[in-house]
């Protein structure tokens, strides 16, 4: 079983659909990121929790540190939401280390 | 502000060589941690610099090592190439700490042939 727990996988929906993406994770954290990564390869930082809930946007993040899950939401999809979304955890002293979830395939259909 | 710039962007080596891929962090960034992604096994820890010190090592073979420099730049080196080293390499910087936001660079596609 991998540290880090993504689901689902992939995920197909309608422009203008609300979308959710959860994680789940085994290992104690000081940190759980939300990345997004587009086709070609770049990798973008959306959010770094660790408590509570955050905004940008159209996109939330929470996250429930005693039950070890976050979820990634986005209001009013778009097709250029489509993208691979990644949850990556930090472990408590493992400074630089993150721990990578499987990633989602999220496409957006207009 | 100049994000984490990655060079080569694209690399094609033979099988028994070796490479050497760069990592320039954001200004002020002490430290960069680099990752190799793979359809296989998707995104994995290589290790972690912090103040030209390895902080941190993932479980990867002895061919993969790294440095860093005293203005943060890194550089990753893998030798004796084997064709499952062919991934997108990725570094990231970030303030020194257990709670801060890391930035990605846009990464190295190396093609082993």
């Known amino acids: 079983k991998n540290e880090v727990e993504q689901s689902p996988q992939n995920l197909t929906a309608q422009e203008g659909e609300f979308i959710t993406i959860n994680c789940s994770y085994s290992?104690?954290?000081?940190?759980l990121h939300w990345l997004q990564q587009h086709p070609g390869g770049g990798i973008v930082s959306l959010f770094m929790?660790?408590?509570g809930k955050k905004k940008h946007g159209r996109l939330i993040a929470t996250i429930n540190i005693q039950e070890k899950h976050s979820s990634l939401h986005i209001t009013a999809s778009h097709p250029r939401d489509s993208a691979v979304y990644i949850c990556?955890?930090?472990?408590?002293?493992?400074?630089?280390?993150?721990?990578f979830g499987q990633g989602t395939i999220l496409t957006v259909h207009p | 502000k100049a994000g984490v710039t990655q060079t080569p962007r694209y690399l094609i080596k033979t099988r028994g060589q070796q490479v050497t891929l760069s990592c320039s962090p954001i200004s002020g960034h002490r430290s960069v941690s680099w990752y190799q992604q793979t359809p296989g096994q998707g995104l994995q820890f290589l290790f972690e610099?912090?103040?030209?010190?390895?902080?941190n090592k993932g479980n990867f073979p002895g061919r993969f090592s790294g440095r860093q420099f005293s203005n943060s730049r890194s550089e990753m080196n893998v030798s004796t190439l084997e064709l499952g080293d062919s991934a997108l390499y990725l570094c990231a910087s970030s303030f020194p700490g257990s709670n801060t936001e890391a930035f990605f660079g846009q990464g190295t596609r190396l093609t082993v042939v």
């Open positions: 610099y912090f103040s030209e010190t390895q902080r």
């Open positions: 290992v104690g954290i000081s940190a």
């Open positions: 990556a955890a930090r472990g408590g002293t493992s400074y630089g280390k993150l721990t």
């Open positions: 929790l660790s408590s």
